[in-house]
T-cell receptor, first 113, second 112 residues
Framework: DAGVIQSPRHEVTEMGQEVTLRCKPISGHDYLFWYRQTMMRGLELLIYFNNNVPIDDSGMPEDRFSAKMPNASFSTLKIQPSEPRDSAVYFC???????????FGPGTRLLVL | EDQVTQSPEALRLQEGESSSLNCSYTVSGLRGLFWYRQDPGKGPEFLFTLYSAGEEKEKERLKATLTKKESFLHITAPKPEDSATYLCAVPRGGTSYGKLTFGQGTILTVHP
């Protein structure tokens, strides 16, 4: 199995630009999670989906952040407009069943200048 | 509020020097505790899930144990390749789904 796939692996952009992060979960998994990791705050859950439906977005920091899951094989996390404080590593994870083990992707390292 | 606290923040060991990492948690109705390993520049890699006090799980040089208030990750005769950040996480209380609260992690460095 290929595992969770994320793209791009690195993104450098300027403040005010739109950023789109992509994730392909493990085939057959019905839960998808987006996390953000920073030195100050550690690993934080932003939003999660069950069967492509957003269930809880209480961790999304601001309206500038949005996430979609148009089908079982693809999800996006969009930041518009981006700000320097959004610089972090963003991880996507998936699981089969909400209480089961979450498998993480390699992450997208975002730098907003 | 659910809390997960890991200690120490950083641990330096000599190869072969056994030690333990701690994960203390406060959550209503524990429904599992997860241990992950994270290498620099990579995503967390699953190690163990523990569900009830007294449960133990082993994998190579690692053994995880669980009590009602904390979990330990014991590392026996570590090797340099065991160097990584070790994270623990618990599902948030009151939820039926995998909303995990992560600790800040313990950075383990094993010197040859």
């Amino acid at each position: 199995d290929a595992g969770v796939i994320q793209s791009p692996r690195h993104e450098v952009t300027e403040m005010g630009q739109e950023v789109t992060l992509r994730c392909k979960p493990i085939s057959g998994h019905d839960y998808l999670f987006w996390y953000r990791q920073t030195m100050m705050r550690g690993l934080e859950l932003l939003i999660y989906f069950n069967n492509n439906v957003p269930i809880d977005d209480s961790g999304m920091p601001e309206d500038r952040f949005s996430a979609k899951m148009p089908n079982a094989s693809f999800s996006t996390l969009k930041i518009q407009p981006s700000e320097p404080r959004d610089s972090a590593v963003y991880f996507c994870a998936s699981s089969f069943g909400g209480m089961e083990t979450q498998y993480f992707g390699p992450g997208t390292r975002l730098l907003v200048l | 509020e659910d809390q997960v606290t890991q200690s120490p923040e950083a641990l330096r060991l000599q190869e072969g020097e056994s030690s333990s990492l701690n994960c203390s948690y406060t959550v209503s109705g524990l429904r599992g505790l997860f241990w992950y390993r994270q290498d620099p520049g990579k995503g967390p890699e699953f190690l163990f899930t523990l569900y009830s006090a007294g449960e133990e799980k082993e994998k190579e040089r690692l053994k995880a144990t669980l009590t009602k208030k904390e979990s330990f990750l014991h590392i026996t005769a570590p090797k340099p390749e065991d160097s990584a950040t070790y994270l623990c996480a618990v599902p948030r209380g009151g939820t039926s789904y995998g909303k995990l609260t992560f600790g800040q992690g313990t950075i383990l460095t094993v010197h040859p």
